[in-house]
């Protein structure tokens, strides 16, 4: 049994695995976009993506996935994301994407704004342009410090994926708990936390090794 | 012909005045001390001549050319970069690169802006300025391994890597230890004995004395008096610039 329920979670782990892995593949450039967005001069992009935000840090992501799985069917009456376990994991890595995103650019926007301003200037002076601050200067300064932050985001990320099965994404939450129903046993849902335990210590370690790789200036 | 002729800059940040008509001029290989109280508009001006902060009012122009003209078109930012690069500009704070070694400061401006860069040459001429700087031994050091008075030696090299016709200094000892500042002005001194064209904004009076050709006292946006050393500090003819010295000299 024991064996029988480890490879049905690690099947199930590997739904979780994918959705956290697409979720940070496009949540971090889109990110750095909304935390450009956020900073802008002129208003009229500044507002929105202010407002954008707002709204996505002030309601509960399982709201939001219930909202983009089932809004356009019930507000235009088109199901767009189809009734497949594709279309419902498409919709769920919509809606992390949105999520985390918005997240990640305010993330993005204090570690940017964090650097002092004469790093800009002193670039300016020595002739560069201003693409060329961004990338050769400030970048991995910005990068340094967001790492620790950055860092509690994905682990959160982590375990926030099991949220997927409201919409009845196949996760490793979701496996566990067919357990209860198929065989009448409770374990192995308690024991999905141990896959959550073992990623998210691989991933502290990754992060403790690029924290002291960028350790060698201040 | 001077090298530089400022005329008539004016500066406002919120209505409030800066720089109220400042006309200065410059020949090749002089040096010209700033000095003046905090708030008199010195920061601002040397701002201004690169291109930091965009004057109201006036023109500057380097060797004839007219560089800047308030009242000519808006400079494409290209235009703004190829321009400021008459000048060099070293800053109060530093402001080195913390991810980049001394070596690599003094190499990554002339090695990214340029257009086919002979890496090799670059590499040479830094290390050739760092040595002259006293910086042999140091290098490959990250700034934070360098005290504060290597750290503006690094950046002078920085600055002078890229040949400016006038370099600026703003205050370049003013965020350093007092027992750290003489081996800046050394440095400084050197550059002078070798006819570097420069500005130097300071509040090192006996300095300023010793190393400038040229005298500017500045006061609440204005030039109040410019001449020669023995005249402006010695011999001032204002009140204003009496009284600024006097201040000093009981300090």
């Known amino acids: 049994m024991f064996v029988t329920v480890t490879l049905s979670l690690l099947e199930g782990f590997l739904g979780t695995i994918k959705l956290f892995a697409l979720t940070l593949l496009l949540s971090l450039p889109l990110g750095l976009i909304l935390s450009f967005g956020s900073m802008e001069k002129l208003g009229v992009i500044r507002y929105p993506i202010r407002f954008l935000i707002w709204v996505i840090r002030g309601t509960p992501l399982m709201l939001q996935l219930l909202v983009i799985y089932y809004g356009p069917g019930i507000f235009f009456g088109v199901n767009i994301w189809g009734g497949s376990p594709n279309g419902r994991f498409t919709a769920a890595l919509v809606a992390f994407v949105i999520n985390y995103s918005c997240y990640f650019s305010e993330i993005f926007r204090g570690g940017i704004q964090s650097i002092p301003v004469g790093q800009y200037e002193a670039g300016q002076v020595l002739g ?8 050769k200067v400030v970048l991995l300064q910005v990068i340094k410090r967001i790492v620790p932050p950055m860092s509690n985001e994905i682990i959160t990320l982590v375990k926030d994926t099991s949220l ?55 | 012909m001077p090298i530089l002729e400022v005329k008539d800059i004016h500066k406002s940040f919120d209505n409030e005045a800066i720089l109220k008509g400042i006309s200065f001029s410059m020949d090749a290989g002089e040096s010209v001390s700033i000095i003046g109280s905090s708030g008199s508009g010195k920061t601002t001006l040397l701002r201004c001549l690169n291109f930091l902060e965009t004057p109201d009012e006036g023109t500057i122009t380097v060797h004839g050319e007219k560089i800047f003209d308030a009242h000519a078109p808006a400079l494409k930012p290209e235009e703004i970069r190829a321009r400021r690069l008459h000048f060099g500009l070293v800053f109060q704070q530093f402001n080195l690169f913390p991810q980049y070694t001394a070596l690599e400061n003094v190499m990554l401006a002339p090695k990214i802006t340029a257009e086919s860069p002979d890496v090799k040459q670059i590499e040479e001429t830094a290390v050739k300025l760092l040595e002259q700087m006293g910086l042999s031994d140091r290098m490959n050091n990250y700034p934070h391994q360098l005290s504060g008075g290597q750290q503006q030696r690094v950046a002078i090299a920085r600055a002078l890597a890229l040949k400016p016709d006038i370099l600026c200094f703003d205050e370049p000892t003013s965020a350093l230890d007092p027992e750290l500042t003489g081996e800046v002005l050394k440095v400084i001194r050197g550059l002078a004995e070798q006819k570097t064209t420069m500005i130097i904004v300071t509040h090192e009076m006996s300095f300023a004395h010793d190393v400038s050709d040229k005298v500017i006292f500045m006061d609440g946006g204005v030039i109040v008096e410019q001449g020669t050393p023995a005249e402006v500090i010695e011999h001032p003819r204002e009140e204003r610039t009496k009284q600024f010295l006097a201040g000093y000299s009981s300090n």
């Not at chain 1, 560069?128 to 990338?135: E, N």
């Not at chain 1, 979701?174 to 991933?203: D, R, V």
């Open chain 1, 128 to 135: 560069m342009t201003k693409r060329q601050i961004f990338f």
């Open chain 1, 164 to 218: 997927a099965r409201v919409i009845a994404v196949y996760e490793i939450i979701w496996n566990g708990q067919a357990f209860i129903k198929s065989s009448g046993i409770i374990w192995p849902l308690f024991y999905t936390g141990a896959f959550y335990l073992i990623f998210s210590g691989l991933l502290t370690l990754l992060f403790g090794y690029i924290e002291k790789k960028l350790s060698y200036f201040r």
